[in-house]
């Protein structure tokens, strides 16, 4: 069974920083592209960044050059870099492996 946990939200003002970290259990990671997605209250879940086994990333554009998005296929994990966050980033981030599995998702909350 794979396993998602996400790690890493938590609350910080406008212009902060988060580090959302990713583990995943299953070796298809090193195969598999992984996502991050978010969803706020009330709105759909919405695709954030992702990166393919080789490296290769794509970004949402409301990231506007924030947040950067890396792997380790050694030890299982997919990172992403948040930084001058925004209120407008306020939501629950969820790590993906393939669109296929997701964890629990962690909350980023920006307020002042």
């Known amino acids: 069974q794979v396993q998602i946990v996400e790690s890493g939200g938590g609350s910080v003002q406008p212009g902060g920083s988060l580090k959302l970290s990713c583990t995943v259990s299953?070796?298809?990671?090193?195969?598999?592209?992984m996502y991050w997605y978010r969803q706020s209250p009330g709105k759909e879940r919405e695709r954030v960044a992702q990166?393919?086994?080789?490296?290769?990333?794509w970004y949402a554009g409301f990231v506007e050059g924030r947040f950067s998005i890396s792997r380790d296929n050694g030890a299982m994990m997919v990172w992403l870099q948040m930084n001058n966050l925004r209120p407008e980033d306020t939501a629950v981030y969820y790590c993906?492996?393939?669109?296929?599995?997701w964890g629990q998702g962690t909350q980023v909350t920006v307020s002042s």
């Open positions: 299953d070796a298809s990671f090193r195969i598999s592209t």
């Open positions: 990166i393919s086994s080789g490296n290769n990333k």
């Open positions: 993906s492996l393939a669109q296929a599995y």
